[in-house]
Structure formats: C-alpha cells, structure tokens
C-alpha cells in the first residue's frame, strides 16, 4: 500500500449538525511522502487544501526535505504537529495554519480540524477535476487509463458510436437504428404467446391456428433477416467494438465508454420527460379520484400516453444494443443461416462478456420475453469455455425504489443498474466466480445473481398485472433462492405478488423445481425486544401460510398446507432487518456503516444457506439452460392465474364465472325449450313462419330477467369492489349471447319451415308425379315391344323425365345455412369453460390420443389435510363417484338419442348442456369441504363426453339437413320414385 492514495466523499445529508456543507473528497497517501515525492507534489496541485502530519524531527528536516514547497505555494496548508501540545508561530500567515495535537483526544481533534477546514475552504481556490487532475498526473508520468492504447481504441470506436446516434433525433434512435427489437419483436412475442395461448383462435381448429401462427411468426422474422442482410453502420460498429480481446479486456472499456457517453447524450432530455410523465401521471390519478368523466381526463391520458411511449423511444443503453443482437442471432438462426460467420460469433461476444462479469439481459422488459433461442445459444458458449460448472442462482424480486440493486450490487460488487426509470425494465444475469478454497465446501463453482425490474408500475392495467406476475414467477422459480426485497414494513404487494406466484407454482407440476426464499426488509432496524421480534415474524409465518393454503384450496393440491410446502421457508432464520442505506436525507445524505454491516450479515446466511442447498438442486450450465427453456414454456401455457392481483381476486372470478355459467344456461335451456315448442308447431303444421319479433320478445323477457339477478349480485354482494372491473364485460358477453341465440333460433326456423313447406308439397305432387311416370312406361312398353331396357337405361329415361319436372317442386330461393363446424365449437367452449385449467390447450389439442376416461382418485379426488384424519370412510364416496360418473354418461347418451330423434338439427348449447349436467352431479356428489370432485374430472370427463356427443352431433346435423334441405330431400326421394318407377315398368312388361 506505500505510495497509495486513496480517495473518498462526504455527503452532508442536510442537517444542522453536518460538518460541512457541501461534498468534499478527501485523498490520503499512504507511507513516508518524503519516500514519494511525485504523489506529494501531484497532490499540491490537485489540492484546495492540503494536510500534513509531522513530528518534532520533521520540523529540523523542513529546509531540507519537500516540505518548503508547501509553504512556498498558494494553497492554503494546515500542519499537524503530533508531538506538540501548543505552537506559537510569530510569522502567522492565515492561509498556513500549525496545530499541535499532543493530548487531544478524537473530538477535539475532529472539531478543530473541521472548523479550520471551513475557514480555509471558503478562501480557497475553484475545485479541480478530474481532467485537470489527468493532466497534472501526466506531468509526474502516472499511468493514465485513458491515455493505454487498448482503452483509446475503445474510446475511438465508442466515438464513432456516438457521432452516428448525434445524427438521429432521440425519439427516433431505437426505431432507426436498432429495428430488429422495436414493432417487428413484439409482434412476435405477441405472436409466440398466442401459439401457447389461443386467447383469439375464433372459428378454427386449434391446429389451424397454429400453423396460422407459425406462418406469421416465420414472415416477421423474414422481415428481420432483410434487416440483418443490410446491417447498418452502428450495429456494424458496435460489433467491431464487441470483438473479445482476453488479454486486455477492450471489449469492457468499450463498453464503459460507449455507457457514460450514452447517459450524457440523452440525460438532460430524460429527466424533463420523467418531469412532464410525473406531472401529468399527478393530473390522471386527480381526475380519476373526482371520478371524472370528462373530455379533460381522457386528454390527460392521451398526453400521458404520449408521452410514456417518447420516454421508452428515448431510453437506450447497452441492453438494448446487445438485446438487439440477440435479435440478429435469432433471426439468422430462423433463416437456416448456421453457417453465417457472424451467427456463429455473435454468442460467443456475449459469452465472453458474462463470464468477464458484465449483465446480460435474460428477459426483455420492454417486450417482458424471454429470447430463448439467444439464451440458449449464450448459455452454450459459456459452457464450452468454462466447462461444465455448477451454479447456484440467487434471483432478487421487490418493488421499484426497494434498494434491490443497490444491494446486489454492496454485496457482491456487481454493476446492475440503479435508475428507477419505467424503461429500463426486465431481467438481467450477472456470473460470478467462487473462489477456489470456498468450491468444494459450498458444493458449486459460480453464482449466477438474478436481478429484476421494480415491481410497482405507474398505471397498472391488466396487460401491466400480467407481466407482472410472470416476471416474478419467473424469476422466483429459476433462483435456488430469492431474496424478497421489501422497503419498510408493507408487506401488502408483495403479499399478493407472492400469491400469485404459488398459485402458478401449484399449477406447474410437471415441473420439479424447489424455490426457496429469504425476506429482506430495508428501512427498519432489528427489533432488540425477543418478545416483539418473534411476534412480527408469527404475524408474516400466519400470512404467507393462509395465502398458501387458500391458494391450494383452489387448486385442489391436498398435500400443501403452509407456505413451506411450496416455496422453502424459515421463519426463525429467512428475515432479515436492515438500517436505511442513508444517514439522513438523500441525494447528499452520506452511507450508514450499519447498512454495510447488514449486507456482510445477510451474505454470509445466503452462503450458508447456499451450502445447506441439496447438489441435485444446483443445476450445471447446461442444466441451467433446460430449466430456463421449460420453466418460461410453462410461463407461457398459463393462460389465467396471471391475469389477477391475488388469491382473492381468483376466488372472486371463480365464483362469479359459476354464477355466469348458471345464468347463460338458464338463458340456453330456455332457448332449447322455445326450440322444442317451435319445431313442434312447424312440423305439426300449425304455424307457416315463425316471426322474430314473436321470437325476440320471449328471450328478451328471459335474459331481463337473469339481468335482474346480475345486477343484483354485483349490487350487493360483498366482494362487489372487486367485482365492478368485471362488470362491463360480463354485462356485454349476456347482450351478445342473447342476441346470438336469437339469431340461431331464427335461422333454424326458417330452414324448419322451408323443409316442411318442400314435404308439403311433395306429399301433393307425389301422385302427380307417379301417373306421369306410369304413362311414360306404358309408350315405353308399346313403342318398344321386342326389345327390353335394361337398368341402365330405365335410370336414364327416369332421370331424363325427373329432370324435366322437378325444379317445379323448388322453391325460387330457400334459406343458405353454412354446416356447423362441431370440432371447433367444441374447442372454443372447452377453452371458455376450462381456461382456469393448466396447460388447457395442449389437453384439448390431444384429446383423441387419450385414453378412454376411468376413474383416478388421487386426480379425481380433493381430500383436504383435516379431512383425511376425520373424514367418513373414503370407500363410501369412491363407490358414489363411481356411480355418479355413470349415471352422467348414461343420461348423455338418453339425451343425444332423444335428439336425434326430434330431428331438431344441431346447437351448440348442447354442449353447454353436457357441461351443466356434468357441474350438478359433481356439487351433489361432493360432501362439504370433506370430498370434493376436482376440476380435472370434470375436465376429463367433458372431454369424453365431448367426443362421444360431437359424433352424435354430426349425424343429427346431417339428418336435419336431409330432412329440410329442398334440393338434398328431393334427392332423398328420387331413389325411392326411380324404385317404383322400375316396378311398375316390370309390371307393364309382364301383362304385355
């Protein structure tokens, strides 16, 4: 250390009692400065005011050491005499001040020193910086980063960076020139979701749409490829920059430099949108609590709009450059282009920045997806250059401004990113080296820290709650363990952030994964009262546990009764309190040492808790890059449980979904009903045509009153603060599904009393139409005496003569009805129906690879914790489930029977009939909270039923059409007339 010196800030916070009133770094050398003559001179010129600490003998040396030149110079001096109680200089110049300091303790010592510094710092000369300082180092030969031959190529490349960025207006830098990640990416993502999703899959079979996707997807990542042909000069730069030099590391300092350049650039411009969005964000949430209406608000929100959208267009960092070329990669990987010299290198850049310890960027915030064929690849050349290491993942999840990164980054000497900013968002990596002696006791070689986005988004909405919630899931569930970072004692959003996520976790069975989490609060000192303590830590263990075992209770898992049996907690030992990072008030507000102490602390319990971790749970890298690929797959076959903010919020839809099902069958049955009464009179011949008015006016009288009851229960039930975002979408899907039926009642009519009117009159003409026939076989016979005709060309002359006579049967135009599509409409039902059910598409999707449905009572069956050692005896409800689930296959199969025989023709409420048959005998069959039928049977079940009905289905359909489809019912008839027609002319052949 002779020869160092060390520099460090104080930050006054504000207050009264600060030292001084500004910030003020203080360097010190270490060693004999008369043993280092170039420093001491560097600081003297550096220096507002320099201190010296002497002895008695270093008085006698003055004349003959460096010493004079402190006296000679301008700047203000102050000499601390360590052997010297007091010291009376009879030259006294103000601006060279002696103090002698024998027998002064620290106080006094401090005190006096500060209050010279004060006097002497008031006339004291404008401050140095930094580049002055670089020149003064120049001078007395110092080494000088920036003047090193790696770091000026770097600078250089970082310039040409930034004179091409200078080009372009700030708003249109992301657009212009990193294309590859702006519209064309998102659409994508969007695109991929879907594939997983089916949220608007609409009239086609679930494979259709896919292939559909697919297509979308490859055309989009065309459209990228073309960009990536034509590369432009930045990202060619950029790449140039990125080159790995694993000797000096110019890859890093570039980087560095392109960073600071890039803040500068854009920091001024940032701060006043942030002002504006913060002002105009203050406005919304004020007309939104006058619960206003008005033209004023819906401006506000558009302005807001507005400007959200330039903030995100005007943020760029080196995330987004390399995102974007994680982006190229992706879309020569898509193109077959494997042999591309720059696909194969683009991997390796970010593999070599990783395992030099800069973040990579894990999952897009801004399109809030994961890239998994980049991360793949990534992941691939970090294992080939370091072998197949272990690693432990220690992921960080809090709300935004919680200090989460500022504590990853005091813990480990990392480089995350501070900003609170909204566009800076997602999740980033970071691999860190375990030093050799700590490997073999810890059990792995490398951590891989996690770090995520705030999780409290201004203007949440739904799309907002989503990524939210996957965000933290995912971040939760790829950690072995995560910290939980919570600013002060609200626990109440991570609470129902933390509900969601075990609802997800219960959900993702096929996934074994063991996350395990460690509570950080920030902002509050460790109570010393043991009694206060452990009543606190009672108070969190009773919350997480009862958000555990209602979410369980959903998801009918009968094996989870507390927090722990889901994600790996201790309350005795995964708390942990912090001081607040600052002393006093920030920005100038120095550090707390306490807070340093707290980090050292919570360290050495996560490496104590990363030894305790089981080796099957550390995953190698290789493993690493599998869990992420099927732990985000899962992410995305999750169609429901993000949607809400919490268990509640679950509970709350589940229930008025059951309601809703309830009420449109009401709606259906009656509709049916109607059906039943109409067909009859049509078929009957009381009725000639039905009138939609008629129609209209019983359904409308049936849906006012099922409104009646919907109004009533978002009225006074009591979750209706809950219940009221829902409203308006339930109100408007009742609207259209009465009009839907209507519009399906009244077609059916038209085509019932059409198919009568055509029997009608084909029961009239039929004779006409046989003594016809008859007279033609007589001329036939007579005409044709010695000659027989064979049945070839009897068809002939019978169609010749049907040809000629029957378009006076058909009617000038008759109603068009397009064939139902049955497959499909038992897909969209099934998904409407079952979308709270996990991985609902792919078991739709293979439905007839299944198995015939038989009974699995550790599936079928939810037998709670308390039930299981009190119950009534289990064989009893087997036997009753047995034969309820028979029963329901027996009255399905009365019913498609009873169908076809009516003859009423196909509707979907059919369907929907299954479903309802299969909801009352599954509430019957269940005994309290005792035994209860899980929503696997009766998706199982459904889709058994399905099948079965769908072929009933098809049938009934055709039969329906034959019997009221002019042409098709004609046609039907001509093979029974061309019969009679043959008989009759064997008949006549024989008398002659």
Known sequence: MEGVVEICWFCPSGRAEDRFENCIAFTSLHGNGEMHEKQVKFLLEVSSVTILLLSTSDIEKMKSSILPEFFKSLKPLICLFENVENIVDEKCDPHK???????????????????????????????????????????????????????????????????????VKLSQRKEKLLPLQGQLWYDWCKKDKEFYQMRKKGNRSIEQYKNEIEKEKQKIRCEQYHKVIDLNNLMNSLLDGLQSHPETHMELYFLQRLSMFMEQLSKKDLETLHQRHSFLLAQVQTEKQKQSKTDSLRLWEAELADVSKEISDSTLGIEHFLREVGQIYEALEEASSQTNTLFLSLPQMAADLMVSGAPIELMDGDASYVPLKWVAAVFDKVSEKLGEKRVFVLSVLGLQGSGKSTLLNAMFGLQFSLSAGRCTRGAYMQLLKVEEMLREQLGFDFVLVVDSEGLKVPQ???????????????????????????????????????????????????????????????????????????????????????????????????????FNDIIKFDVKTHIHYFACLWEGYPPMAPPNPSYSQNVQELKSRILNLAKEESRGNILKLSELKVRIRDLWKTLMNENFIFRFRNTKEVMVMNKLETLYNSWTWELRSHVLELQKQLTNQIQNGEVEEIKRSSVEKQVVEKHETIKQKFEKYFREDTDRDILAQWKGKFENNLKTLKEELIVELMKKCEVMTSGKKIQDLWNEQKVKFEHMFLEKIRGMVVSSKSMELDDKELRDVFN??????????????????????????????????????????????????????????????????KSQAYGSPVEEFEKDILKRTTQIMNVVKEIMHMREQRNEGYSSSYFHEILQMIQTETEAASQGITYLLTNRYKLELALELFQQAANSFKKMCTAFKMANNPVLYLESKKEESFTNFKLSYKHCQSID
């Open 97 to 167: 001040v002696k103090i002698g300091i024998k027998n002064l303790n620290k106080v006094e010592l401090a005190d006096k020193i500060t209050a010279t510094l004060k006097k002497l710092l008031k006339d004291s000369t404008s401050p140095c910086s930094l580049n002055n300082c670089a020149n003064i180092a120049r001078k007395y030969e110092f080494i000088i980063d920036e003047d090193q031959r790696d770091c000026q190529e770097a600078g250089k490349k970082a310039d040409i960076i930034m004179d091409l960025l200078g080009k």
């Open 460 to 562: 949440l909405i739904n799309e907002a709650q989503v990524k939210k919630n996957e965000l933290a899931t995912f971040v939760i569930g790829l950690g072995n363990l995560t910290l939980i970072n919570v600013f002060g004692k609200n626990l109440s959003e991570m609470q129902d952030i933390l509900q969601i996520a075990v609802h997800a976790f219960l959900r993702m069975k096929q996934l074994t994964i063991s996350p395990r989490c460690l509570f950080v609060h920030q902002n509050i000192e460790e109570v010393i009262d043991t009694n206060q303590n452990m009543a606190r830590r009672r108070w969190l263990q009773e919350k997480l546990d009862g958000m555990a075992l209602a979410a369980s209770r959903y998801e009918q898992c009968s094996d989870v009764c507390q």
């Open 800 to 865: 010749k003569i049907w040809s000629e006579n029957i378009s006076i049967l058909l009617p000038p135009l008759s109603p068009s009805v397009e064939d139902p599509d049955i497959e499909i409409d038992l897909e969209n039902i099934l998904l409407e129906h079952f979308k709270q059910h996990p991985n609902i598409v792919n078991k739709i999707r293979y439905r007839k690879t299944k198995k015939a449905f038989s009974i699995n009572y550790s599936k079928h069956v939810f037998t709670s914790q």
